[in-house]
């Protein structure tokens, strides 16, 4: 079975300009997830889907950050404008029922 | 304020060696479950506990879940340098509003050979 699927796996911007990051989930899960983790600390859920429509956003700073999951399937979260403080792995993780299960997440850098 | 708190921090213990680290909650529990994440890889679901006194083995590693003390504990038996990584509990903690998903601190493991 194939895995949760990310792109790209890193990326190098200068604060202010934008970003997007690609997640393919594992066939079948219903429901994504992405997370934000900074360096040192657990990961922070930012929005959570259930198949096209938004579960969770709660944390989400929504002034910069947006995110789509366009037919239920892939979704793209971006960032715009960048910050310094958003440098951070990206994490995306898709559940059919309790488990999630993750990808290998995307390394911002913002400088 | 953390919702979840991991401890230790971090480990370093000799191959061979047995280690628990802990996983405690300030609020109710609903689903606790444990993660292994190593450097530049995303996380690996471990196992995923639901009720209290539960208790699962995978390998080496097993995990308890005490409902009561709102806690779970992560061991592993014999540890070798393949147990070496970042591990992380994740729950369903209740909310005002409903549950949310959160992740603990994170413990770091090392395991000289």
């Known amino acids: 079975e194939a895995g949760v699927a990310q792109s790209p796996r890193y990326k190098i911007i200068e604060k202010r300009q934008s970003v997007a990051f690609w997640c393919n989930p594992i066939?079948?899960?219903?429901?994504l997830y992405w997370y934000q983790q900074i360096l040192g600390q657990g990961p922070k859920l930012l929005i959570q889907?259930?198949?096209?429509?938004?579960?969770?956003d709660s944390q989400l700073p929504k002034d910069r950050f947006s995110a789509e999951r366009l037919k239920g399937v892939d979704s793209t979260l971006k960032i715009q404008p960048a910050k310094l403080e958003d440098s951070a792995v990206y994490l995306c993780?898709?559940?059919?029922?309790?488990?999630?299960?993750f990808g290998p997440g995307t390394r911002l850098l913002v400088l | 304020s953390q919702e979840l708190e991991q401890s230790p921090q971090s480990l370093i213990v000799q191959e061979g060696k047995n280690l628990t680290i802990n996983c405690t909650s300030s609020?109710?529990?609903?689903?606790l479950y444990w993660y292994k994440q190593k450097y530049g890889e995303g996380l690996i679901f471990l196992m995923m506990?639901?009720?209290?006194?539960e208790e699962k083995s995978h390998e080496k590693i097993t995990a308890k879940l005490d409902e009561k003390k709102q806690q779970s504990s992560l061991h592993i038996t014999a540890s070798q340098p393949s147990h070496a990584g970042i591990y992380l509990c994740?729950?369903?903690?209740?909310?005002?509003?409903?549950?949310?998903?959160?992740f603990g601190t994170g413990t770091s493991l090392t395991v000289i050979p």
């Open positions: 609020k109710t529990l609903y689903g």
């Open positions: 889907f259930q198949n096209n429509g938004v579960v969770d």
């Open positions: 994740g729950a369903d903690i209740s909310r005002g509003t409903g549950n949310q998903f959160y």
């Open positions: 066939s079948g899960h219903a429901t």
């Open positions: 506990l639901q009720k209290g006194g």
């Open positions: 993780a898709s559940s059919l029922r309790e488990a999630q299960y």
